[in-house]
């Protein structure tokens, strides 16, 4: 388990593509990576100096980020179903409910 300590947008494209940098309070470890991936597309290579991990989830986002580290880039798809913000956070925060500072940031998109 772990939590969210800020969400912040990075960019907005024009074809509203939204990036957002997702700061956890601790490094992502690989069981939560493993299940933010579940039913998505992974490339992890943990031989990497930085253990690299992408994600993808068809029509909803790609979350990339290092093993270990508390920064993760998360692009969310313009076709993104309405829940996807709060799907990954549930799948980031694991079987905890959110707290109120996670809920408040948990409107990532416009």
């Known amino acids: 388990m772990t939590a969210v300590a800020a969400v ?3 960019e907005t494209c024009l074809d509203r593509t939204v990036v957002k940098q997702v700061e956890l309070a601790s490094g992502i470890d690989e069981p939560t990576m ?3 991936a579940d039913g998505a597309t992974l490339q992890y290579f943990p031989s990497f100096p930085r253990p690299y991990f992408r994600i993808a989830r068809e029509r909803t ?6 093993v270990g580290d508390p ?3 998360v692009t969310f798809s313009p ?3 309405a ?3 709060g ?3 549930d799948r ?8 109120r500072a996670e809920s408040e940031n948990a409107s990532w998109l416009p």
């Open 8 to 10: 912040r947008l990075l």
């Open 34 to 36: 493993r299940r933010v």
């Open 61 to 66: 986002w790609v979350v990339q980020g290092i």
């Open 71 to 73: 920064l993760l880039r």
């Open 79 to 81: 076709l993104a179903p």
């Open 83 to 85: 829940g996807a913000e």
């Open 87 to 89: 799907e990954l956070l």
């Open 92 to 99: 980031l925060v694991g079987d905890r409910a959110p707290s």
